[in-house]
């Protein structure tokens, strides 16, 4: 969009509808958090139209908005400090590089693919944010995470946005030599914190045939509760995180299953109606997050005439096996356009 010296209301309204959802994307990176990936965009609108006088056209119109939502989420990442932190293995305890204590964000929520496509760039604006997998999937907003939030800052600007060092020190505060140093330290900070399986980041691609074909066989197996056959499609290194219900001093506990031997066995004591910790049948729905493949899962309990979501799997899919599967509590469900019962 061209640069505007007046933003009038009408002018201000076309820009939030040109770029809201991009700059829900970059809240989102920033922090890691669906839900206030919202209210943080809101709060930057709302300064940006208090303060629209500000706007001299030297810049876009855009990277004003970028500034003024970048200066948002580093005022919040200030306040609430957000760091993630180590938690033992549970259940099975396992060895090699896969049975590390992962790395655990509370705060972590998935992004829905439907409301990425909103936030894709447009052929009129060939300067706007690429919603690349590379960088929005689960393992990249994990890594990112650990780093400072101004670093953070420089290395989402340069390296997804793909802005100069002039323009990333000038909306950061920053100078120019204080940008081109911070860019290769935070580099080598994602780099550390990234699993070891995505250290070298593959092109960003839509779905491929064998990634569909291996979801539907995961759903069908599951409603088989094949075990058994399950073990084909998982990895034998498969790290499975799962959140439970119950809080504990530092916020929801996640239970860790690493192997696939552990993760089968659980899933058996789940499934299996003659095991002990079975809970009644289950039903699911596929869907996206992150450009993965996800799914909703329902449980209906014995004695009750409804399925109610329980549970929202992402999973990483490589080499043709599911390598991992992160879980989140159902509430954003219907953010994915999902119901809660069914």
């Not at 990112?144 to 950061?172: E, F, S, T």
Request: net charge neutral; proline share 8%; hydrophobic share 45%.
């Amino acid at each position: 969009m061209s640069p505007v010296q007046v933003l009038d209301e009408p002018t201000f309204s076309a820009l939030v509808q040109a770029h809201r959802h991009e700059l829900r994307v970059h809240c989102y990176r920033m922090v890691g958090s669906f839900s206030d990936s919202e209210d943080l965009v809101q709060e930057a609108l709302l300064r940006a139209w208090r303060k629209r006088d500000t706007f001299q056209g030297r810049s876009t119109a855009r990277a004003w908005l970028y500034r003024i939502t970048t200066n948002v989420c580093l005022d919040f990442l200030d306040g609430v400090q957000r760091r993630p932190r180590a938690e033992g293995v549970a259940g099975v305890p396992a060895t090699g590089s896969a049975g590390r204590s992962p790395d655990l964000t509370p705060w972590l929520e998935p992004y829905p693919d439907l409301l990425l496509d909103r936030a894709a760039p447009h052929t009129a604006e060939p300067d706007a944010a690429v919603i690349e997998k590379e960088t929005i999937e689960l393992a990249f907003l994990i890594a990112i995470q650990h780093l400072p939030p101004k670093q953070r800052a420089v290395l989402i600007v340069r390296d997804i946005l793909g802005w100069p060092a002039a323009d990333a020190a000038n909306m950061l505060g920053l100078s120019v030599a204080s940008v081109n140093s911070a860019l290769p330290r935070a580099r080598a900070a994602l780099r550390s914190h990234l699993p070891p399986r995505r250290l070298e980041w593959a092109p960003a691609a839509d779905p491929t045939e064998a990634e569909r074909t291996l979801m539907q066989r995961y759903l069908v197996l599951l409603e088989r509760a094949d075990t058994g056959a399950m073990a084909e499609l998982l990895h034998e290194d498969i790290r499975v995180t799962m959140p439970m219900p119950q809080p504990c001093e530092s916020g929801t506990r996640e239970t860790l299953w690493v192997g696939r031997e552990a993760f089968a066995a659980a899933l058996a004591e789940i499934l299996d109606p003659a095991a002990p910790g079975y809970m009644g049948h289950w039903r699911r729905l596929p869907t996206r997050a992150n450009r993965q493949p996800a799914v909703a899962h329902y449980l209906r309990r014995p004695g009750d005439t409804l399925y109610r979501a329980q549970v929202l799997e992402v999973l990483w899919v490589a080499e043709g096996r599911i390598v991992e599967i992160t879980s989140f509590a159902p509430d954003l469900l219907p953010a994915f356009g999902l119901p809660t019962t069914c």
